[in-house]
T-cell receptor, first 114, second 113 residues
Framework: DGGITQSPKYLFRKEGQNVTLSCEQN?????MYWYRQDPGQGLRLIYY???????QKGDIAEGYSVSREKKESFPLTVTSAQKNPTAFYLC?????????????FGDGTRLSIL | GESVGLHLPTLSVQEGDNSIINCAYS??????FIWYKQESGKGPQFIID?????DKRQGQRVTVLLNKTVKHLSLQIAATQPGDSAVYFC????????????FGTGTRLTVIP
C-alpha cells in the first residue's frame, strides 16, 4: 500500500542530545512537510520541501533541521537548541506544493525528554 | 492513549444521531478546503474535501457544506458511530506562497453508546 511511514513511534531525548525522526513516502509526491502538534493547538509547520534538495523554514524552525536528499525521504533532526521538544511530530506529503489535493499524513512520532 | 488537544471544543452525541462540526476559516481567497479525522495517537486521516466553486459535497455518511459569504465550513456525519469518536479539524488552502495549507485547532467528537 502507498503511504507515509514515520519512525520510531516513540522517542526519548536526553539533555544536549540531537535526535532524528524518520519520514519515508512511496506516493511519489514532490512536497513533504513536518508539523509539530501540542495539546490544544493546531498543527504548526516546522519545515517543508517542495522538491528534492530544496527545503524552506516554516513558522517554528528554530532548533530543528532537515534534509531532502531523496524524493521519498525527509528526516527531521531535533537539535539540543530546541529547549521544549516534547510534542507529537507529524510528517505529511502532497503531490505538488500548490496543488488542490490533500496532504497525506504519517502516524506520527511522540518525542519526550528523559 | 495519547492526549491531543486537551482544551479543544467538544461535541458529544448519542450513537445513531447526526453530528455537525463547524469551522470558521480566515481567508476569503481560500479556494480549497479539507476535513481531517485524527484518532488518539495517530496521524490525521483525510475525510472529504470541497472546492470553492461548490456549496456542498457528499461522501459516505459525511457531507461538507461551504458558506463563502460568512467563511464557514461544516462537516455533517450521519448516523454517528462509536468509531467516529476522534478530533476533527478543517484545513483551508490559500493561493499565497509555496506553503498554502492552514489547519484549524479541531473539535473533539465523543459518541455516547
Amino acid at each position: 500500500d502507498g503511504g507515509i511511514t514515520q519512525s520510531p513511534k516513540y522517542l526519548f531525548r536526553k539533555e544536549g542530545q540531537n535526535v532524528t525522526l524518520s519520514c519515508e513516502q512511496n506516493l511519489n509526491h514532490d512536497a513533504m512537510y513536518w508539523y509539530r502538534q501540542d495539546p490544544g493547538q493546531g498543527l504548526r509547520l516546522i519545515y517543508y520541501s517542495q522538491i528534492v534538495n530544496d527545503f524552506q523554514k516554516g513558522d517554528i524552525a528554530e532548533g530543528y533541521s532537515v534534509s531532502r536528499e531523496k524524493k521519498e525521504s525527509f528526516p527531521l533532526t531535533v537539535t539540543s537548541a530546541q529547549k521544549n521538544p516534547t510534542a507529537f511530530y507529524l510528517c505529511a506529503s502532497r503531490d505538488r506544493p500548490n496543488s488542490n489535493q490533500p496532504q497525506h499524513f504519517g502516524d506520527g512520532t511522540r518525542l519526550s525528554i528523559l | 492513549g495519547e492526549s491531543v488537544g486537551l482544551h479543544l471544543p467538544t461535541l458529544s452525541v448519542q450513537e445513531g444521531d447526526n453530528s455537525i462540526i463547524n469551522c470558521a476559516y480566515s481567508n476569503s481567497a481560500s479556494d480549497y478546503f479539507i476535513w481531517y479525522k485524527q484518532e488518539s495517537g495517530k496521524g490525521p486521516q483525510f475525510i472529504i474535501d470541497i472546492r470553492s466553486n461548490m456549496d456542498k459535497r457528499q461522501g459516505q455518511r459525511v457531507t461538507v457544506l461551504l458558506n463563502k459569504t460568512v467563511k464557514h465550513l461544516s462537516l455533517q456525519i450521519a448516523a454517528t458511530q462509536p468509531g467516529d469518536s476522534a478530533v476533527y479539524f478543517c484545513a483551508e488552502n490559500t493561493q499565497t506562497g509555496a506553503n498554502n495549507l492552514f489547519f484549524g485547532t479541531g473539535t473533539r467528537l465523543t459518541v455516547i453508546p
